[in-house]
């Protein structure tokens, strides 16, 4: 695949205390635009990285994190750490010194001594390139997803085609003050809406031609400190 320019476009997510800078970089043509992304955002069918999670979920002062990159189809993976803000650019480039990291997935970032953010990037052939800031703030862990449940807290069922099946995340532990929030993503079809708040379900679309087999649903929770935390799971579609 012959690499092309990246067309930077910025998104950022304030949450709570915790602030989650995200860029996407889209591969495109040179000066010629950028594709919106996904025409379908809860449809899995090209490589994607869906989040990027720290352990722990916050920098602590003189410990490793170790990050790893959530996502469907997901090759090797190269990254690159910086104490600063990525510029965007094409590509994005760490405006001081970089930090060393390497490839993998999951990986450990050394952070230095006296450093209160990194910034990492996470690189995957035929992927939007994703960027996340870690931060010294906030508590550090990660939220966790026990399972995909329907309304009633059953588990899912066989679908069948054309099916509009409500789906939940059930979530370990409280929320505290603000409520996580939850993306969804299938392998097929596609979710309506694909974020909810954590006691919200969301209806999961399967297509009226759908042939019988595994569907992949993917679940990622974030909470309000920018903890993040996924599940992978599959459903049967049967005639």
Same mark, same amino acid.
């Given at each position: 695949? /012959?690499?092309?320019?990246?067309? /930077? ?6 949450? %709570?205390?915790?602030?989650?800078? /995200? ?11 950028? !594709?919106? #992304? ?15 999670? %720290? ?8 410990? !490793? ?27 994005? $480039? ?6 060393? &990291?390497?490839?993998?997935?999951? =990986? ?20 939007? $390139? ?7 703030? +906030?508590?550090? $862990? ?6 995909? =449940? ?8 066989? *679908? ?9 995340? @059930?979530? &370990?532990?409280?929320? #505290?003050?603000?409520?996580? &929030? &939850?993306?969804?993503?299938?392998? *097929?079809?596609?979710? @309506? ?15 009226? @031609?759908?042939?019988? %087999? ?6 990622? =929770?974030?909470?309000? @400190?920018? +903890?993040? %935390?996924?599940?992978?799971?599959? =459903?049967?579609?049967?005639?």
């Amino acid at each position: 695949m /012959v690499p092309r320019a990246s067309c /930077v476009a910025p998104t950022r997510f304030l949450a %709570g205390r915790g602030r989650l800078w /995200v860029y996407l970089v889209l591969a495109g043509v040179l000066l010629a635009g950028c !594709d919106d #992304g996904p025409a379908e955002p809860s449809l899995l069918d090209a490589p994607r990285v869906l989040a990027i999670r %720290g352990e722990p979920a916050a920098l602590v002062e003189g410990e !490793d994190i170790t990050i790893e990159a959530i996502g469907f189809e997901l090759g090797a993976i190269e990254w690159d750490a910086c104490p600063a803000p990525f510029v965007p650019g094409f590509p994005a $480039t760490c405006p001081i010194a970089p930090i060393p &990291v390497g490839s993998g997935n999951p =990986v450990t970032v050394q952070v230095p001594a006296g450093v209160s953010e990194v910034w990492v990037r996470a690189t995957v052939e035929g992927a939007l $390139t994703t960027i996340r800031r870690f931060g010294s703030e +906030g508590p550090a $862990t990660n939220p966790e997803i026990a399972a995909l =449940v329907d309304d009633d807290g059953a588990p899912l069922p066989t *679908l069948a085609p054309g099916a509009e099946q409500p789906v939940r995340a @059930d979530l &370990v532990g409280e929320a #505290g003050d603000e409520r996580r &929030v &939850v993306t969804f993503y299938s392998t *097929l079809g596609g979710f @309506d809406p694909f974020r909810r708040f954590e006691e919200e379900s969301s209806l999961l679309l399967i297509p009226e @031609d759908a042939e019988p %087999g595994e569907v992949t649903l993917i679940a990622i =929770v974030r909470d309000a @400190d920018g +903890g993040v %935390g996924a599940l992978q799971t599959v =459903v049967e579609v049967a005639p």
